[in-house]
């Protein structure tokens, strides 16, 4: 019996107990951690592309300050309009909206509010808003991929049942003081599966995708020097090409549109979108030069640079004169001026 259990857990993929751990009366949520670290990542990233491109070191972090909380109020207002029926029907808590560490983050408001926040940022600084989104992208794509690890501790966006041997096992979870179910912030007492168990793990079918596509976007924008937003426009078009597979994958709920879900048309018109930005910002010529990249301060620091060195060119030609003034002295001193006081 133990042997027939261990053979079946090894064949499948066991899902994490809880996704959430208490620090004293402070929760600790796995889906919160993978956003955070995800963030932190993409940050890093573009900030070390950003530099090798030519621009000034610490600008990813400056506009990022701008970007992410826009970015995150995006995400969850897609969330929250597309599914409504989460939270404003009755039998639900419209204040739930507001509880983004439970989960739910759209990535097309997102991207949407969070390239708002980074275009304010970007026009303070004085720095193109196409070059800095091509040295974020595969730090968007890595962060995205990061953050689906929540959706594994959420026991959340998978799809069907499947026989295959990376089936992921679902688990009942349950509240530890009341036992009654919590799917969220629950245990998994026991390891009772869900009926459909094992199903096919869409989220990890999703990580996997968003890491070739970081994959791809570097290695074109290194063969083929991509600039005015290409590369960011090649990261669009290859997320949302393999959003629209996994997305009819999944069978969480979802409204639909003429029998397709509806973030299958989002990916659909947003693929569209970023392959006729590609044709057409190709047409812009090779990248942007590096001096176009550097942020206002950074030119003003340029050019007190550039005006230093001629600060001793200065002090010398004005020492030349007084060297002068010395030899004429000394050549006076033997000459007829030096002698007129004894002829007087």
């Known amino acids: 019996m133990y042997s027939a259990s261990a053979a079946a ?11 959430v751990w208490h620090l004293g009366p402070i929760p600790l949520r796995a889906y919160a951690l993978c956003i955070i670290v995800g963030i932190v990542v993409a940050i890093w990233w573009g900030e070390r592309r950003w530099v090798a491109r030519g621009g000034t070191k610490g600008t990813v972090i400056d506009v990022a300050v701008f970007a992410v909380p826009f970015g995150l109020v995006g ?9 409504p029926e989460l939270y404003f029907v009755p039998g639900k808590n419209p204040w739930n909206a507001f509880a983004i560490w439970d989960g739910g983050l759209g990535i097309w408001g997102a991207i949407a509010l ?20 091509d040295a974020i992208a595969p730090g968007i794509v890595t962060a995205q991929a990061i953050g689906r690890i929540g959706n594994y501790f959420n026991q959340e966006l998978y799809g069907a049942h499947t ?48 890491l070739l596509v970081a994959l791809v976007v570097v290695w074109a924008d290194r063969r083929f020097k991509l600039g005015h937003g290409r590369a960011f426009a090649l990261y669009v078009a290859g997320y949302t090409l ?12 979802a409204n639909h549109i003429l029998g397709l879900r509806v973030n299958v048309w989002t990916a659909i018109l947003v693929f569209l979108g970023a392959v006729i930005f590609m044709i057409v910002a190709k ?5 942007e030069a590096p001096e176009t990249l550097r942020s ?31 030899i004429k002295v000394d050549a006076g001193s033997s000459g007829p001026d030096s002698e007129q006081p004894e002829k007087s």
């Open 9 to 19: 857990f090894l064949a499948t993929i066991p899902s994490p107990d809880r996704g």
């Open 75 to 83: 995400g969850r207002l897609y969330h929250v309009i597309t599914d």
């Open 114 to 133: 969070g390239g708002v926040g980074a275009w304010i940022a970007c026009r303070r600084k004085g720095i193109p808003l196409p070059a800095f989104a």
């Open 242 to 253: 393999g959003r629209c597979w996994i997305e009819l994958m999944r069978t969480d709920t």
């Open 283 to 287: 047409r812009r010529g090779p990248r």
């Open 296 to 326: 206002k301060g950074d030119e003003r620091a340029a050019e007190e640079a550039a005006e230093t060195p001629e600060a001793p060119a200065a002090d010398s030609y004005s020492a030349e004169p007084e060297s002068r003034d010395e």
């Open 163 to 210: 026989d295959l041997p990376w089936g992921l096992e679902i688990y009942q979870r349950f509240d530890p003081v009341t036992g009654a179910p919590d799917t969220l912030s629950g245990v998994a007492t026991g390891h009772i599966p869900l009926p459909d168990s094992p199903v096919h793990p869409t989220f990890l079918y999703e990580l996997i995708w968003n």
